[in-house]
Each structure stands twice: as C-alpha cells, then as structure tokens.
C-alpha cells in the first residue's frame, strides 16, 4: 500500500529498490518486489546543537527509555514509540576503550575499541533488538523468529521474554558457541537446529514466517537497522561528534554495514557532523562474498559457502547487501579481509589487554591493522574499531586456541605449586 503524500507522517518505510512506500506500522519485511525496506524520518524540528544537548543530558536519567543508549537518540531512531511501549533492558551506551597495546599492534597512534561486547546480552544484537522487539509489540505479533549464528537468537530470546513473546530460533546446528547457545536456552527460546549453515536457516525462516504469522526479526527487518544506528551515535557523542577518520567493523550478514552508513548519512544531513568517516567492512576470508563484490565494483552479487573459525560471521549469502554496498559506495568506504590465523593474533592481542572479545569481534582489529599496512590508512588517522562481541561468547575458541591456554595439573603440596610457579 502507498502513502498518500499529504498524509506523510514523521516516519514510514519505503523499498531500497523500487521506492515503494509502506507505513510505519505495516509488518512487512520485504518489499512486493523482493526489495529490502528501510525506514525513513522526515526532519527533526530541533538543531543539531539542541539535539546533541538532549542526547547527552538524557544520559543521566535514571529511570525511563532515556537510561538506554539506543532510546536516547529517540528522534533519529524511532521517534513516533510511546514511552509505555518500549521493550528496554537498557542497552547501549557502551565503552569507548583505549589500550595501548592493541593500538600498537595496529601500527595507528589513534585507535578507540567501541565495545558492544558491554550490552546486556553481550553483543551489539540488543541495539537493533529493543527497536524490533518494541515495533514487534506494536504491530501487536503473535511471536518472534529469526535465524542466527548466535548472537541475534540470544539477544531476540531475551527482549522476547521481557515483552512476555514467544520466541522461535532457527540456528545451524555444530554452528554456534556453547556461550550463546546457553544464554539462547536459558531466556526460554524455542530452538530448531536446522542441519545446514546460517543460509540455510535464514531461507527457510523467511518462506515461513508470513503464513504462520511471525514477526521475522534478522537484520532485514528495518527497526532493528535503526536501533543499530546508535552504535555509530553514540561512538560520536563519546567523540564529542568530532568524527574519527574511519570506522571498522566485522561484517557478516551486512546488517551493521546497512546501519552504519544510513547513521552516518542521517548525522551528515541533519548537520550533526561536519563530515563522513569512512567504512571499513571486514569479512573472514573463508566468509567473504562481499569482498568480493567490492573488488569488482558491486558489479554482481557473490555467494560463497562460507567457513570460518568466527562463527558469528559464517555466512555466505548476506541478506543486508543492496542497503549495505550503498552504504559503502556513499562512504567511500571499503571492503576487505582476515584469515583465520590474523583473527585469532588480533584476537589475542584484545584479550591480553584485559579487553577481550570474541573471534568475530576480533575481526575488526586484524582488519585495522592490514589496512594500515597496506597504506589505506594513514598512521594519523583518527580509528574506532567496534568490538560486536564478548569475550564469553566463544570459550571454545580460547581453550581450543593451539598457541592459548597452557595448564599445568599438580598434586595439592606446597612443593608442587611452588614448582609450578617458578617454572612458569
Ligand atoms: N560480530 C558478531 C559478534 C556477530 O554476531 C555478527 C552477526 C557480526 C559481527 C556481523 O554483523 O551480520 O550485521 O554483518 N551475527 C548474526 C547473528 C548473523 O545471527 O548473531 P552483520
């Protein structure tokens, strides 16, 4: 259904391919055309300095939406949700980290770690899950689903309980971490493990979920775009909206290539920032089709079978790649890859600085650092890395790690743990 241009409200959903136009209200996930949706805001009646001064006093609020790093930039994410409503944990408003090791390792003087690994699942997921979750409710849905590598089923299952859903979780089985697993079991999820990959899930999730009428919550779904945008907001408020030169990130499913350029679009248009930072997606190199679809100019769509020791990243087929090649095209931003071996070096430079993250996350580091040995970055510029994951997500690839754990057994004497010690 299209809107009548005389009754445009403040916020609606239009067709990234065809432009089709949908309200704010319609449960759709894709366009009739195949196309992917995103939501947009008609301008903000406030000035950018009104606005970064709302956003910042609201980070001490101690009760309501407004504690939430997500719900404080209300008017760039989802301005028309009523207080009563909204589905918050709080979220967001994570640590924007300096360790001098790591920015070593990267060969950068200025590297900032955004640590979404801090949010109350533990990853970046509950950003764009208390926007799906509180549209889920408002679209009054008679359950939640999605497919995951983890991630996105834990997070979903924790905002499904809050909101009292039913959650229904697609994963592929021997795919994810025995820490997400866990936490997607323990919030009270429905799991079927599907005997294939992501892709797989994903596909099958998406030819279900309208005849059994569940509100399908991946990253196609625009409102959890929008929730994720904050990642990028709150990175530049901590920043004081001085923005860095680049921002690098893992990219699996493109869902926060997708966020993170429509952020930093909006910020630009609504004079929030003077200019754009430039995007640096960074794919496993075993999960890597649109690295390879970036290196040819986006000139066709790449699908891989995808295998890597980053699980949150196993994808080969990512849903997000129309919304997210615009958002690297409108950054002049850039696509690129890590080996497994470079996650896990990159991987153990984080955890040893008391950081820590998990594999995916890593990504991002290792990636900072071959773009600045291949000169795309300069040693000056000013780099926020987001770090999408916490270290416990993954245990196993900790303890699996060949060049990790060393573990000395002794008998319980004072002699055996002295000679431990002094031998280590
Ligand atoms: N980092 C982590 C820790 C993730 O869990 C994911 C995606 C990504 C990066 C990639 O983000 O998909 O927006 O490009 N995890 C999804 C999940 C697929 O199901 O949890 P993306």
Not at 116 to 131: A, C, I, W, Y
Not at 279 to 301: M, N, Y
């Amino acid at each position: 259904m299209s809107l009548f241009k005389v009754s445009r409200p403040a916020t609606w959903q239009a067709c990234v391919s065809c432009g089709e136009e949908f309200l704010e209200s319609q449960p759709v996930t894709r366009c009739g055309c195949g196309g992917l949706l995103e939501v947009r805001h008609r301008g903000i009646d406030a000035s950018p300095a009104e606005l970064q001064a709302a956003f910042r006093t609201r980070h001490q609020s101690v009760e309501g939406p407004y504690r939430s790093g997500v719900w404080r930039y209300r008017e760039l994410v989802l301005p028309s949700a009523p207080a009563d409503m909204i589905v918050t944990h709080p979220e967001g408003n994570t640590p924007l980290l300096e360790r001098a090791t790591v920015t070593s390792w990267t060969g950068l003087e200025f590297l900032r770690m955004k640590h979404e690994g801090h949010n109350p699942t533990g990853s970046f997921k509950d950003r764009g899950m208390t926007v799906g979750v509180t549209q889920a409710r408002r679209a009054n849905a008679r359950a939640v689903a999605c497919a995951s590598t983890g991630n996105t089923a834990a997070s979903m299952a924790a905002y499904a309980a809050q909101a009292t859903l039913p959650a229904f979780v697609l994963i592929p089985r021997g795919g994810v971490s025995v820490g997400k697993l866990a936490q997607i079991h323990a919030y009270g999820a429905s799991v079927i493990e599907v005997l294939g990959d992501f892709d797989d899930c994903l596909r099958v999730l998406e030819a279900v979920a309208p005849s059994l009428d569940i509100y399908l919550l991946n990253s196609i779904n625009p409102f959890r775009v929008e929730g994720q945008k904050t990642v990028v907001y709150d990175l530049l408020d901590q920043l004081d909206w001085d923005p860095p030169e680049w921002i690098v990130f893992p990219a699996g499913n493109l869902g926060n290539t997708a966020a993170f350029g429509k952020a930093l679009e909006e910020a630009f248009s609504w004079g929030l920032i003077p200019r754009l930072p430039r995007l640096a997606a960074i794919q496993a190199a075993g999960a890597a089709p649109f690295a390879a679809g970036f290196r040819e100019g986006f000139a066709r769509r790449h699908r891989v079978r995808a295998e890597t020791i980053a699980t949150a990243i196993r994808i080969g087929d990512p849903a997000s790649w129309d919304r997210a090649r615009v958002s690297i095209e409108r950054t002049n931003g850039v696509v690129t890859t890590v080996t497994d071996e470079q996650i896990l070096a990159a991987k153990r430079v984080v955890d040893h600085s008391g950081v820590g993250c998990e594999p995916a996350s890593a990504a991002s580091i290792a990636g900072a650092r071959r773009l600045r040995e291949e000169g795309l970055i300069s040693r000056d510029d000013r780099v926020v890395a987001v770090l999408t994951g916490h270290i416990l997500k993954d245990p196993g690839a900790i303890l699996d790690d060949a060049e990790g754990p060393r573990v000395v057994a002794v008998e319980p004497t004072t002699e055996a743990v002295t000679r431990a010690i002094m031998t280590s």
